[in-house]
Each structure stands twice: as structure tokens, then as C-alpha cells.
């Protein structure tokens, strides 16, 4: 076990995060959010069309609203658009990379 921290301690010491380079990399970060913020309201407004398509279909008889199909494909998408909108998937994505060096898989 004492081997492991002293790894993970080394390891830090040379893979240290400089933060200049971050600073010179603001400017593609502000553009990916400001895409992936425009991503996520198309995929919201997608899916409000369709939602209110379904319901529109419903009040003409076309469809039923029993649709077991449709309901579980519209919750799973919304889900996922929730997920990005909100940030939670990379904040998952950042607690299995950190599960993932815990158990040993860090690299």
C-alpha cells in the first residue's frame, strides 16, 4: 500500500497541470461550450417537437398514447439531454477516471 501513494505522489510531481496552458487553451474551451450549449438546446428543441407531434397525433387518433416504445425511447433521450445539459456526464465521466486510478488503471 505504501508503494501505491508513493507512486501516485511521484506521478503528480512530474504530471503537474500547468496552468498557462489552460489559460492558452481558454479560447477553444469557451468555443466547445458555446457549441456544446447550442448542441443541447437544438437536441431540447428536437425533442419538444416531437414530444408535441406525438401528443398532436394522439388528439387526432393517428397514434395511441399507450405507446410503451415511444415513452421509453423520449425518456432515455431526455435523460441523456439533461445529463449534458446540466454537466452531470462529466462529472460521472470524472468519477470513473478517478475509480478507475483507484482500482489501479490510471496509467
Same mark, same amino acid.
Given at each position: 500500500?505504501?508503494?501505491?501513494?508513493?507512486?501516485?505522489?511521484?506521478?503528480?510531481?512530474?504530471?503537474?497541470?500547468?496552468?498557462?496552458?489552460?489559460?492558452? *487553451?481558454?479560447?477553444? !474551451?469557451? %468555443?466547445?461550450?458555446?457549441? #456544446?450549449?447550442?448542441?443541447?438546446? &437544438?437536441?431540447?428543441? @428536437?425533442?419538444?417537437?416531437?414530444?408535441?407531434?406525438?401528443?398532436?397525433?394522439?388528439?387526432?387518433?393517428?397514434?395511441?398514447?399507450?405507446?410503451?416504445?415511444?415513452?421509453?425511447?423520449?425518456? *432515455?433521450?431526455?435523460? !441523456?439531454? %439533461?445529463?449534458?445539459?446540466? #454537466?452531470?456526464?462529466?462529472?460521472? &465521466?470524472?468519477?470513473? @477516471?478517478?475509480?478507475?486510478?483507484?482500482?489501479?488503471?490510471?496509467?
Amino acid at each position: 500500500m505504501m508503494k501505491d501513494n508513493d507512486y501516485i505522489s511521484k506521478m503528480k510531481k512530474m504530471y503537474t497541470v500547468d496552468p498557462g496552458v489552460v489559460d492558452d *487553451l481558454n479560447w477553444f !474551451l469557451v %468555443l466547445a461550450g458555446a457549441a #456544446g450549449t447550442i448542441l443541447c438546446v &437544438l437536441a431540447l428543441a @428536437y425533442w419538444l417537437i416531437r414530444f408535441f407531434g406525438f401528443l398532436f397525433s394522439v388528439s387526432r387518433g393517428a397514434r395511441s398514447l399507450k405507446d410503451p416504445k415511444f415513452w421509453k425511447r423520449m425518456a *432515455l433521450a431526455l435523460g !441523456l439531454i %439533461l445529463l449534458f445539459m446540466t #454537466g452531470s456526464v462529466f462529472t460521472l &465521466l470524472s468519477q470513473f @477516471y478517478d475509480y478507475m486510478a483507484i482500482w489501479g488503471w490510471g496509467g
